[in-house]
């Protein structure tokens, strides 16, 4: 069971930044491999693409959280589930505008093609992005809890 501390929810800007590189490498060694058996490309096709989506993925992410905490605190608005579900669309569709066109031109396909290689990527991307934070999350609070037994 995780603490319930404070201390369990800080997290430094190391902490943060090792948690987005651990996420982003994962997910390139699970998806590039998954992309060459459905895809039938070569894995070095596969890693690319893979590599450049979470390069775009990392950047607009920083850009984007920006530019939204600006427009809420512009509009005075507050993070309730509407502007969280706001925030989820409309980073996932700025992602798509991105990656599709890159997929596309990288994988020789049609817009239409890469389109539903996109939609297949998100299908992925949910449930890995759920349960690597729970695993991360649930490991996290195992090492607090040794840390403060050690310091006890």
């Known amino acids: 069971m995780p603490l319930k501390t404070p201390q369990n929810f800080h997290r430094s800007m190391w902490e943060r930044s090792f948690h987005a590189v651990l996420f982003e490498i994962s997910a390139i060694a699970i998806s590039a491999p998954l992309l060459v058996g459905v ?3 070569t894995l070095s096709d596969a890693g690319m693409l893979t590599i450049f989506v979470s ?11 920006i530019l939204f905490d600006r ?7 507050t993070r309730n589930m509407k502007a969280r579900v706001v925030h989820a669309t409309a980073f996932e569709l700025g992602l798509l505008l991105m990656v599709v066109p890159l997929a596309a031109w990288w994988l020789n396909l049609s817009l239409l093609e890469a389109f539903v290689l996109d939609i297949g990527l998100i299908l992925f991307f949910l449930p890995y992005t759920l349960i690597f934070n729970w695993a991360y999350d649930n490991l996290r609070a195992i090492l607090l809890r040794h840390r403060s037994a050690a310091v006890l």
């Open 55 to 65: 390069l775009i993925a990392m950047l607009w992410n920083l850009v984007f959280n």
């Open 71 to 77: 427009a809420l605190r512009h509009w005075q608005l």
């Open 39 to 41: 895809m039938g490309i």
